[in-house]
């Protein structure tokens, strides 16, 4: 198969690099690969059975159109300030114009009109306050929240969008290597779900954005083939779960409060991420049967809690190259103590330096919302270094949120974001292989929905 442009990865950055072309008039033979399904065939069976089924090959909510995106809470932080490191490559006004571009095209296909965190400045310096007596920083940024339910109904509009402009998307299709000759990428080896024969798509022109999780699998190819990268930053940690009531004030006025600490006595960067208000804690599974806690919120479906994850980050020295292996590490360990499901501790048996019975649970105010969760120890196979950065973030944030550190607050295990390999590249987004270019999450470069979004835009302009 020949194409001009091929697209490895059918998530944001790949999704919005396909819209740019085609409305620049450069859409004559782009192909995408997806090893998933189209959006209206992908479906988590858990809705049904109540408890994960470890579906197989791959994991429904985190694979097929659109990526993980589709089963998110459908947040789009509107700012240059957050989700990732792009600004650092391209500049902050270029990238905040970017972003801004890319929220048209959302609003266009029927993301909400509203942006959350905008319309209350004196109450948000209220809790700004707070922060700063608390050591933390609070980070301004507007949010457009789509809801799980209505990103994937926009998501199927650009998917309808991209068929009808004649971008060929190969459904259950995975990328088995990139067909490199010299320092030139001329395309990809793949294959078809199901089959054994591999086929070869020949383009002059290669995009890989195989989002977070793809990263393990652009890591090996990275080091198989001498594409330049290097090893970034490592987020662990857990999804913490409170009743709706304790986090009101910040749920009204910001949405989503994007918080950061630096607590002692590591000093390492600790950050809130994905906040969920009457949201529900989720498990998604990956190639590996490696089971991670995430989040999310529907526009019109609510719970009781809110969740958000608290993250902390880990940048490793030499000679240690893997970070993303070691992650995975701590998730298997941490789903050995759960028998393969996500652990779930109360904050006040961590302190205590007890596990939490299954039996206890029903006795809080919180109630998991990840009904299947196991009572555990998440301080068991959680490191030493981590776990410390947590509880001294946790004892911060209560400031700022009255009763965030309650004894019942509940901390989910394993979180962990696998984009930690950074791709070199220079403005034009080149790596030092020619004719391939890496985009969105596993390119190291970007974290979230809009920030993939908007590099996606970035390279359909450059190969314009």
């Known amino acids: 198969m020949n194409a001009d442009i091929l697209i490895v990865g059918a998530g944001p950055a790949g999704i919005f690099s396909a819209i740019e072309l085609i409305r620049l008039g450069k859409n004559s033979n782009i192909v995408m690969l997806e090893k998933g399904k189209p959006i209206e065939k992908r479906s988590c069976p858990k809705i049904q059975t109540g408890k994960c089924m470890n579906c197989g090959p791959y994991c429904h909510i985190t694979t097929g159109f659109s990526g993980a995106g589709a089963f998110s809470d459908g947040k789009l932080s509107l700012s240059h300030a957050v989700g990732g490191d792009l600004p650092e490559l391209i500049g902050e006004e270029e990238a905040q114009a970017l972003i801004d571009y890319a929220d048209t095209i959302y609003l266009e296909f029927g993301a909400a009109q509203e942006a959350e965190g905008i319309e209350n400045p004196e109450k948000t310096k209220r809790i700004r306050r707070r922060a700063i007596q608390a050591g933390l920083k609070l980070v301004d940024c507007p949010i457009r929240h789509m809801g799980t339910e209505k990103g994937q109904e926009l998501y199927a509009r650009i998917q309808a969008y991209l068929l009808d402009h004649g971008v060929q998307i190969l459904f259950g299709t995975e990328a088995l290597n990139l067909i490199l000759e010299q320092d030139r990428c001329l395309g990809a080896e793949a294959q078809r779900a199901g089959e054994n024969e591999v086929f070869r798509i020949n383009a002059p022109v290669t995009i890989v954005a195989t989002g977070r999780r793809g990263a393990g699998w652009l890591d090996r190819i990275c080091n198989e083939n001498g594409i330049e990268h290097q090893s970034g930053t490592v987020d662990i940690g857990v999804r913490v779960e409170v009743r709706n009531e304790i986090i009101e004030e910040v749920n009204t006025i910001l949405y989503e409060s994007k918080l950061i600490g630096y607590p002692k006595p590591f000093k390492d960067k600790v950050r809130t991420f994905c906040q969920n208000p009457g949201g529900f804690v989720s498990q998604e599974n990956y190639d590996n049967s490696l089971a991670v806690v995430n989040g999310h919120s529907y526009k019109d479906k609510k719970s009781a809690n809110t969740n958000v994850a608290i993250l902390s980050s880990h940048k490793f020295s030499e000679p240690f190259k893997q970070p993303i292996s070691y992650a995975q590490k701590i998730g298997e360990l941490t789903n050995m103590l759960g028998a393969g499901r996500i ?49 001294n973030f946790i004892r911060a944030l ?18 962990l974001k696998f984009y930690s390999n950074r791709i070199k590249m220079n403005k034009l987004l080149e790596t030092n292989i020619r004719g391939l270019h890496c985009l969105g999450d596993s390119s190291g470069w970007t974290r979230g929905l809009m920030m993939s979004s908007a590099m996606g835009v970035l390279m359909g302009r450059l190969l314009s």
Do not use: C
């Open 343 to 391: 652990l779930v501790q109360r904050y006040g048996d961590i302190l205590d330096g007890k596990r939490t019975w299954q039996e206890e649970l029903p006795k809080s105010n919180v109630k998991p919302s990840l009904a299947d969760a196991v009572a555990g120890d998440i301080t068991s196979a959680m490191p030493y270094r981590t776990m410390t950065n947590i509880i």
């Open 398 to 415: 209560d400031h700022v949120v009255p009763g965030f550190a309650s004894a019942e607050t509940l901390l989910y295990s394993p979180e």
